[in-house]
């Protein structure tokens, strides 16, 4: 038996964000009042300025808040609802921005109809009732946070993030709109690229992959090999931007019906201690785990290569499965996304405190194909640092 959830609606278009106000009917309920929750930079390109004319023509009254840190911590979620929903009542909540806005929308969203606090909801099925209204519009080509069940806190004093993982928190309404993408930088469009890339290829070997997480994956992960590089080289390419958003979501959707595994598990350590970007870490982390789990998942890795863009002359099976390593080393190279774990101030010192954090996100590393064990974790954080 397979059960798959997602956002009630999803409407992809160019420049759709400015007519957002048009399609609020899919709420079905009448709206006078929101809050929109986005970042500093949307303010100054003018797409906030764009998504509240449009809101306003319909009628709806709009507050603005930019207080989301970006890899939110549980206070800081706290204080931006403290600020909001604790003192004003609305009946939708908008997230316009990255994953870690569209998180916080939907974790707001269930703290306002819940009595109990964020830490109460951590993990798994812990939230009782559904939240009010969301709508999402995502600006980058990542996370895939507008289609998924899950957002990611990140606990300091744990040196982790963890996820609130709940049927819940899937939104109401979702607007894909490439317009909002065609200014991202270098940087951040090839770490939320491959952060897509990377939930697309661990659900499609993780544990729980089935029909309805491999026909996702694998459309990600062909939407996204064919154009991530010129995403990245000419970012004002709307095809292409519209192609990785799509393909973005189908990475969210796949691991929303498989769920993300090992990479995943040893990515919220670096996060959560030293700041490196989600899809930072992921992208170092997930050629080595790829090939440490190459024994378990060979004939499957192989299926990937004809939809990574990689031609089969008179390859084998275990050639096609090295291929696709091989192809993901190499963009990672090509995307310049950083490969030093020591840049960012990790020694080999903490790798034993980084492994022991890992393998306590069991939700994760029970995905995984292969077990790993604390010394198989420290040695692939120790290919990391120079």
Do not use: C, W
Not at 175 to 199: E, N, V
Not at 256 to 280: F, N, Q, R
Not at 352 to 374: C, F, G, I, Y
Request: hydrophobic letters at 45%; proline letters at 4%.
């Amino acid at each position: 038996m397979y059960v798959f959830k997602t956002a009630d609606t999803i409407i992809t278009k160019v420049g759709i964000a400015s007519e957002i106000g048009e399609h609020l009917s899919q709420l079905k309920q009448h709206v006078q009042k929101a809050l929109l929750l986005t970042q500093p930079a949307l303010q100054k390109s003018g797409a906030v300025e764009k998504v509240v004319a449009s809101l306003n023509q319909a009628g709806v009254s709009v507050d603005v808040t930019t207080d989301v840190e970006p890899e939110p911590t549980l206070s800081n979620i706290e204080t931006v609802y403290q600020a909001t929903l604790n003192v004003t009542d609305y009946d939708v909540l908008i997230g316009l921005g990255g994953g870690s806005i569209l998180d916080t929308t939907k974790l707001l969203s269930v703290m306002k109809t819940n009595d109990m606090s964020l830490d109460e909801m951590l993990g798994s099925d812990q939230v009782k009732q559904p939240g009010i209204p969301t709508v999402l519009i995502p600006t980058t080509s990542g996370t895939g946070a507008e289609v998924t069940p899950n957002a990611i806190v990140t606990l300091p004093e744990k040196e982790l993030k963890i996820g609130v993982v709940s049927s819940y928190l899937l939104p109401n309404l979702v607007l894909i709109d490439a317009a909002l993408t065609t200014g991202l930088p270098k940087p951040i469009t090839a770490a939320t690229g491959m952060d897509a890339f990377t939930h697309a290829l661990e659900s499609y070997i993780s544990n729980k992959a089935n029909p309805i997480s491999d026909m996702f994956a694998l459309e990600a992960i062909r939407l996204i090999s064919a154009n991530i590089e010129t995403a990245y080289f000419n970012g004002g390419n709307i095809e292409a931007r519209e192609r990785m958003l799509i393909g973005s979501m189908y990475g969210g959707m796949a691991l929303t019906a498989a769920g993300t595994a090992a990479v995943h598990a040893m990515a919220y350590p670096l996060g959560g201690k030293y700041k490196i970007a989600h899809g930072v870490a992921n992208s170092m982390l997930l050629p080595h785990v790829t090939q440490f789990n190459m024994d378990a998942i060979e004939t499957r890795l192989a299926t990937v290569a004809e939809p990574m863009g990689i031609k089969k002359e008179n390859q084998d099976e275990k050639e096609m499965a090295q291929a696709v390593v091989d192809r993901i080393v190499e963009l990672t190279k090509i995307l310049e996304i950083p490969q030093d774990l020591s840049a960012y101030g990790v020694q080999d010192s903490a790798i034993e405190s980084m492994a022991v954090a890992a393998l306590d996100v069991k939700r994760l590393m029970d995905n995984n194909p292969k077990q790993l064990t604390k010394e198989d974790v420290k040695a692939i954080y120790g290919k990391l640092l120079a």
